[in-house]
């Protein structure tokens, strides 16, 4: 047993986190939020160039990295800085999806940051099912709407799913193919997402099915459970040194007993999450995968509720403000529970799971 | 023990609801109901019908032009209009500043001040909160400094809500610098066109803008604006907090929200039923409603008492804290509730949003409102100021 991570990884999230904290501050996100993409093209080559994009993939892929721990140390440092670029929706589940599918050349220029993908899964009655798909393919021509999908505007491919009789199939539809219509929004807690609409519009079987799509589902929960974990730590870090600075009443109000308790069990909570997150990650591959899966993200939803609410109440009415880092912080980590299946769906899950 | 409405009562109740029902313009209900903005002309739209109807002013006496209603009068109406999505009455001139005027104001003051706030007249925002005084609000610095039939104020308040509506706005000030903390404060009218005020947005976390921060630099205010005895406006101010503390309860915008919360959970599929029939999802939804036909009835009970001639205090505050908790649950169901749709963003703040988020449960911004409902037991002396005075109340015998 070691929970020491190795040098590789102990570089990679050095040389991350030193970058998005000299690179990735309020001021500058807030202008990539108002973005018409709603990420940075220039942060993403850059992200590239330093083999953030890489250390998702194996080194089959022509990566270096790919295990559930090498993509917990990314997506920890990039929740940890609020970064809105969508590197689990484009690189990782989009990345993987087309590694799975022998996409060599273009998984390549994935990890150089040269394409972009957009996963259109989801639908709009589907919430959180992975096997409730409505879109047909008939000929490889598809037609059906999907839901939230993220930077889908942005995207050179989407890669959709669809029902080609009674199995649910994947295909890639360029950007520009017939029949597609996407219709684009900002998100609360930044980056973009559309509603896509297809009509006839032609795709290419990726020979990939929804197993395939289950299989990359599973990085992507692991990524989303670092993410949160990551920026859970940022909230509980300004919660603390808020309570140690701001005074009322004459003095700091971290002495304050009511809420130095409450801050100690945000700490007690935060190691939980940190724990879950390896869990995710060290367990992912494992023949109890979802079952592990499910565990995580749902104390990570709890957590991660319990983290934003509690850092925003201790800082007062100054963590309402859309200039204060935390206010940001707070939408990703509540944020996560909207996405790859919420707190009790993955209780559900759980317990399904558990009497199996 | 009767916890029915009598005949007076019940008939009052069908009144209110035919009003409602007749008066309340149906675009400005679709948007309270979807949670829109309202724009200033909805507001005053909405209190030009009540005022007509004399519903505006439903706390004052008859003799300031109000509608003199009791307290269970006053429930009755606030249930019915969250279930109408009718507006609320923006509070600052007819809750707050209307009783301090009352009872503490001069008789030009009340002549002059009270009929402008009922016609519309004069739109009030509320200048409390400092950047170093938020709950602790004795600490606050904004000074007033009398210069022969003035006083020259310099500081600067913060939460200033809807001030950029505001053409007045009342203020608690400093006028004697050297005595004890909640000594020295007195409560002044300013004119909001006074040449040094200005006005700066604060956009929240959903990207509203609804609060404001006023400054003051060298602010001329004639001193027939001191509403009172100069350095006695600490007791006005808590006469204006206890109002101010009494709606907070909040029991018709729980109730509202909760029927939002069954609406979108009947219509949201998952696993192929509708969410209301997930076990998880619906005992959540029982809890918070139990908790919620508890506290309405704490509520009643606190009005009864009030009715009766007892100033709510202690009580408030138990109904401020559990009131607050009870409907951030509820708002939390129902982002749950929406699913992944939660996480679109949808403002005309935002250039290039879209009116309307393509949620086929036609849910409103429900994750927006959740954050911005965390203020709820933030403002308004937070729910750990709160908790402080029923302690002190309870375990050492006195306030």
Redesign the interface.
Known sequence: MDFNLTEERQMLQDTLRRYLREQYDTARRNKILESETGFSPEIWTELAELGVLGALFTEDQGGFGGAGFDIAVVFEELGRAGVVEPVLDSALLGGRLLAAAGKTDMVEQVIGGALHLAVAHGEPDSRYDLDHVSTTATDNTLTGRKAVVMNAEAADHLIVSAKDGDSIALYLVDKGAAGLDIQGYPLLAGGRAAEVTLEGTPGEPLGLTLSDYEAANRLALIAQCAEALGAMETATALTKDYLMTRKQFGRPIGTFQALAHRMSDLLIELEQARSAVINAAGYAGGKDADLHLSASKNLIGRIGRLVAEEAIQMHGGIAMTQEYELAHIAKRVVMADHRFGDTDYHLERFIALSAA | MDLSYSPDEQAFQAEVRQFLADELPQDIAEKVRLDTDLTKDDMERWHAILNNRGWLAQNWPKAFGGAEWSAVQRHIYDTEAADANAPRIVPFGLSMLGPVLQKFGSKEQQDYWLPRILDGTDWWCQGY?EPGA???LA?LKTKAVRDGDHYIVNGQK??TTLGQFANMIFCLVRTDPDAKQQEGISFLLIDMDTPGVEVRP??????THEVNEVWFTDVKVPASNLVGEENKGWTYAKYLLTHERTGLGGVGFSQAALKTVKRIAKA?????KP?IE?P??AA?VAQVEIDLRAMATTNLRIISQAAAGEAPGLEASMLKVKGSIIR?EIN?LA??AV????????SEA?E???DR??D?LDAGPV??Q??NN??L???GG???IQ?GIIAKVTMSGGA
């Open positions: 909160s938020g709950s602790d600490s913060t939460w604060i956009i929240l976390l959903d990207c949201a599929n998952h696993n192929g969410l997930s998880h999802f959540r951030q939390d982002r749950r699913g992944p749709y939660a996480m679109p963003f949808a935002v290039g949003a879209n988020i393509p086929p994750a927006g959740y954050f965390r203020k037991s933030i403002f937070s729910n750990e908790r």
